[in-house]
Structure formats: C-alpha cells, structure tokens
C-alpha cells in the first residue's frame, strides 16, 4: 500500500470512528430533547389554562378542563385543577376522583404529592416528581408535574411520565 492510499485508509477509518460514536451518542441526545419537550409541553399546557380560566372564567375553564381530549389534553398530558384545600376540581384522566379532597394523597413510596404541590403553588409554583398511574399505559410510572396558581383559591398542574432510575428504582429526574 502506498502512502496515499495509507493516508486515505487512515481517513476512512476516523470518518467510520466518528460516525459510530455519533450514532451512539444520538439516542441520548434525542432522548434528552424528549424528555425537554414534555417538560416544556406541561408548562405550556400550565399556562394555557391559566389564560383560558382567566379570559372565560373558572366555571368554564373547570368544564373544559374535565372534558377528555379536549383543549387541556396533549398526548399524556393533561390538566387537573384543585382548590387551595386540595379538592379535585377537574382531571379528564380520573374524573372519579372530582369533587373528592386528594390532600392527603400519597404515591406508593409513601410521598404526599399533593401536599407538596400545594407547597409549591404557595411559594410561586414548581415541579413535583413522584408516582402516578399513567393512563396511556395503565402502570404507575414515575411523573414529573409542574404546578401553578390561577386564582386565590384555584391552582392547575400538568405533568409527564419518565421511567424510573434504572440503578437506584427511584423517580429521579435523568
């Protein structure tokens, strides 16, 4: 093999190297971009119903809000709004539990979750991880939600479903 041909060989061989490392590589990253747009897709959906609630009123924001696959329903995400004492006011995914108080309500780790939403809301609104039954694929998955005040007496959250650490079986945010 001549020098040429060596320098070329050699030239193929990093462009296969670098190729293969990109292709290892690009799961994570479109995970990553996944997990950044479900994130940003409960956010989003958050402030959706806060315009909505404040433009239409409580009533009919709580109405749509209850309504499956409506406007505060994405893929799996959906709205579900509570009053300052943590009743249910709206979820389209557990429409049994309206009008029910969900304060006391624990994960089965043990976490009450939305106590710790309600914490949240007071000191301006935040993310919540804990354990949710998914309802897309009926198992409780580990979920990440962001909640927010609408009103004085209102608050709304939307959330995402990420899987558990691998590791540790814990809902850890990767």
């Known amino acids: 093999m001549d020098k040429c041909s060596r320098t070329r060989f050699k030239k193929i061989l990093s462009f296969i190297s670098l190729t293969s490392g990109l292709l290892l590589v690009m799961p994570a990253v479109f995970a990553l971009s996944a997990e950044g747009d479900k994130k940003l897709e409960a956010q989003n959906l958050v402030k959706k119903a806060i315009v909505y609630t404040k433009n239409y009123g409580k009533d009919m924001a709580i109405k749509e809000m209850n309504t499956k696959n409506g406007l505060f329903s994405k893929n799996e995400s959906y709205i579900f709004a509570l009053d300052k004492h943590g009743v249910l006011l709206a979820s389209s995914n557990t429409p049994e539990y309206v009008g029910k108080n969900r304060s006391n309500e624990q994960d089965p780790d043990g976490k009450f979750y939305n106590q710790e939403m309600m914490d949240k809301v007071e000191h301006g609104g935040g993310w919540v991880v804990y354990r949710y039954k998914n309802p897309e ?38």
């Open 137 to 174: 694929t009926g198992k409780t998955e580990c979920k990440n939600s962001y909640v927010q005040s609408v009103t004085a007496d209102m608050w709304v959250g939307a959330g995402y479903y990420f899987p558990e650490n691998a590791t540790t079986h814990k809902c850890e945010e990767q």
